[in-house]
């Protein structure tokens, strides 16, 4: 790779695109000729504006998202968004949460806190390897919403078909495959993403909201910030937005559409994480951890069923100079993680190498 | 200045040093060594690890911070700080705020939500253009702690003494003049300040605590990300933090280190602002719109007491090169912000430049 880069497995904050890093390297001193560098300007200027309004407009076209939706650029990540879902659309006190894994657990912690939480489906009885059957769930006529993590950083499922929600308002925190494949958003009352996964640095949740979800008759001890309605009405500029992050994911949105959009970068992304599952499903030592339907393109879970050999995996992934190839603390084994940004180079080189220390491994 | 950049007058987010966004830029695309950009690696990660550490180090250093504080870095600005401040530090459910502007009436308002709050002194009947007398307030017994802002950003106040807090906790926001001028810190119960202003990329507040202070008997309605608790109990990595602001503010303190430490960089602020206060008090048309002993000298509001004269400033201005001298848009006139990065060759050019304004405007 170019600059001595190295293929970067991380499960987040991970890659982002080259000629986005190089863009931002180039406009780091005197960002267009406005004299500054983007981490100088005032939220409040016009160049600053400009910046933030083309993001916002470059996701709209992006996504295709209908104009009875606010886009929000909102602080304190996924933790926070746990807790804002919950206190801004829990009405009537109750919703329903799908448990499939460590995010959606979370999720559902937090949500507790502001009132009744029905988890509806759960696939922790197979230590989350797979998404269970939501075609017809038990949904209380009063539930606010039915909340789901589409895509399991660390358990490596996503969902290919959406709960049946039986009329109810969909949730969906998609933090690690935001962008990764289109998404008709009218499907969704909310979606939510941290963007350090799939966008750009951390710091920032991106929030699609319907508009008549957003509510100002919350719990007065609601804090200020989390109120959706505060960002809404401000264009996400209540307060001094982290713009950086605006100006970076802006860049990637803008990266996005000149590839060919979300349709472009699915086929990327299946043809990318293939490579891996092709070689896992022929392996003799490694394993996938997740039910092929089931399987996710961004994250990929594999083990050799030995917890010795799976270090040993890692460590000789280190030498060979590869990046945070080891699986999350909480469930071992190992994890490559393949966002957009991630070339198929990047996977077939993992795969060479994991092909050499299986015949070495014999 | 190099690379065309401009005197940049902006409250914030504001000027960084030259040399620090240089690092910056020729780190972009593999940090030393590392074959990645700060933004795409793992928080978790060892090289990540060693520069938040060392930014945690060299604040501390800095600061003069005794052991027996906590630094935390927490994202959401000074908005959520408003909140965390009171749902962490109202044990008793009672507050006192000295209200001196725009942002400590913005604390108050927030911190009702949480308890009660006596505003003890206020600067409010002259316009908010001094400090009022601290010296011996009216504070129950029970207080949980005293509130001030310690530089307002809009209103171009700063305490150069601090309140008799009669034994209570001092709880500052020290955003506008953070790191301005040395600070002791074993003075207060707990310092914040939204970095944005005088150090780097918004997105980010830094939290100074008494370790003593920090608590988990919360109401249990408090979100986890706002709980200090949280981000201390995990080194302000309970969820991925702002990573770049902590990379960049990390460059920021060594930078100031470097130039010998918030000592000289108090002498070169004052050095600064008494180029623009001398004139100021020696002009016909300008006025400085506090009272000599309270100024700031982070943020020089002035006005010439006539709003079309004061627009065609700004008009001027603009066309001369200089940014963002426009007064806040709350109480207009002028506003020339002259952080730590602002060169005294800014101060003396807005003075070259408002001279010969005065001379065409005789």
Not at 113 to 127: L, R
Not at 183 to 201: R, S
Not at 266 to 292: C, H, M, T, W
Request: glycine letters at 8%; aromatic letters at 10%.
């Amino acid at each position: 790779m170019k600059y001595g880069r190295t293929f970067n497995f991380s499960a987040g904050p991970a890659m982002m695109p080259e000629p986005v890093l190089e863009e931002i390297r180039d406009e780091m001193m005197n960002y267009r000729g406005s004299g500054m560098c983007v981490m100088e300007m005032s939220h409040r200027s016009k160049v600053f504006q400009q910046i933030a309004d083309e993001a916002q407009a470059d996701l709209r076209k992006l996504m295709n998202i209908p104009d009875n939706y606010k886009v929000l650029f909102i602080q304190g990540g996924g933790t926070l968004q746990f807790a804002m879902v919950a206190m801004n659309l829990m009405k009537n006190g109750k919703a329903c949460y799908v448990e499939t894994g460590a995010w959606s657990k979370k999720a559902i912690a937090e949500a507790k806190k502001y009132g009744e939480v029905q988890v509806v489906a759960s696939s922790a009885d197979k230590n989350f390897s797979y998404i269970p059957d939501c075609s017809d769930l038990d949904i209380p006529e009063d539930a606010d919403y039915v909340y789901i993590c589409e895509n399991e950083t660390i358990n490596g499922t996503t969902w290919n078909k959406l709960p049946n929600t039986k009329g109810h308002i969909l949730v969906s925190d998609q933090s690690s495959m935001f962008l990764s494949r289109p998404c008709n958003v009218a499907d969704y009352g909310l979606i939510w993403a941290g963007v350090q996964k799939n966008v750009g640095p951390a710091g920032m949740a991106v929030v699609i909201i319907r508009e008549d979800l957003i509510r100002d008759d919350l719990d007065p001890k609601t804090p200020i910030y989390m109120k959706y309605k505060t960002h809404a009405d401000n264009d996400s500029m209540y307060n001094t937005p982290n713009c950086w992050a605006i100006y970076c994911c802006g860049k990637v949105f803008k990266y996005l559409l000149s590839i060919g959009g979300l349709e472009e970068m699915e086929k990327r992304n299946i043809a990318k994480a293939q490579v891996i599952y092709d070689f896992l499903d022929s392996s003799k030592l490694f394993k996938g951890a997740v039910v092929p339907q089931d399987r996710s393109l961004m994250n990929i879970p594999f083990v050799t069923g030995d917890k010795e050999l799976d270090a040993a995996v890692v460590a000789a992934s280190k030498e060979a100079g590869f990046d945070n190839l080891k699986g999350h603390k909480s469930v071992g084994g190992l994890r490559a993680s393949v966002y957009n940004a991630m070339p198929i180079e990047g996977a077939q080189a993992l795969v060479d190498f994991l092909t050499k220390f299986e015949a070495e491994h014999k």
